[in-house]
């Protein structure tokens, strides 16, 4: 059984530990295969987040030269985690994720604090979080297209801050269907799902943001089988 993780993030980007630290971390827990997948540059929207071509550089170098260290005891990928709203630049594998939309010209976080996107879905939505959904999950339906990556990063990360549906209900058909679209569209595609237990780790949300709880019921039976939804 393979042991690993594709998603994780460094001093390059937004994460507290360097890769030094995330792979010797990685190689006591017993991983099999480790990827490192900093943001992409996104410096356009918010000045100084992500890696920028120089950045980008550094960050393949280091992970080349742990690589090699660890060989015959570990396998090191040395991935990206693309947004839709961002340039596609390159690495041995890519994550597609949606973390922000434009809207009426503003830019929304849809990951931040709750207390900004409560104020822009109340402002720029004009309260309805099933519209705000809406829109994210026309956005998450086109992240391949955007981006070409190889799997998708925490589908439904817009329920982030919903934790006992506070804000909307996610069993409601609102909010389903639009989700069950950009699935099938995905899907279609052969593109694997993640599935990120980022926010358990922090203590913030108890659930898989992939596919809350891996999903709910309602998005595994029958569509997600049919389709052949990979997670």
């Known amino acids: 059984m393979l042991h690993t993780d594709f998603h994780t993030h460094t001093t390059f980007c937004d994460g507290k530990s360097t890769p030094r630290e995330m792979v010797e971390a990685a190689y006591r827990m017993g991983m099999t295969d480790l990827g490192v997948s900093g943001h992409a540059d996104f410096s356009m929207f918010e000045p100084g987040f ?7 550089r550094q960050y393949t170098e280091e992970l080349q030269e742990l690589r090699e260290e660890y060989r015959g005891k570990m396998n090191l990928y ?6 839709g709203l961002g340039p596609v630049q390159k690495a041995e594998y890519a994550i597609g994720s949606t973390h922000a ?3 009426d010209g503003g830019y929304v976080c849809v990951d931040d604090t709750e207390e900004k996107l409560v104020k822009a879905v109340e402002t720029l939505w004009h309260g309805d979080w099933y519209a705000f959904a809406r829109e994210y ?3 998450e339906a086109q992240i391949y297209d955007r981006t070409k990556c190889d799997f998708i990063g925490h589908f439904d990360l817009l329920t982030k801050f919903n934790e006992g549906y506070k804000h909307f209900d996610e069993t409601k058909d609102a909010y389903l269907e639009p989700a069950i679209t950009a699935m099938h569209k995905l899907a279609a595609l052969g593109i694997p799902f993640e599935i990120n237990t980022g926010a358990m ?3 913030s949300v108890k659930r898989a943001v992939c596919l809350r709880r891996t999903y709910p019921h309602q998005l595994r039976q ?3 089988r049919h389709d052949r939804i990979w997670v």
């Open 201 to 203: 780790s922090r203590s």
């Open 222 to 224: 029958p569509q997600c």
């Open 137 to 139: 999950f026309e956005a």
């Open 78 to 83: 040395i991935g990206i985690e693309l947004d």
């Open 101 to 103: 939309l434009i809207k």
């Open 50 to 56: 992500g890696m920028d071509d120089e950045k980008l």
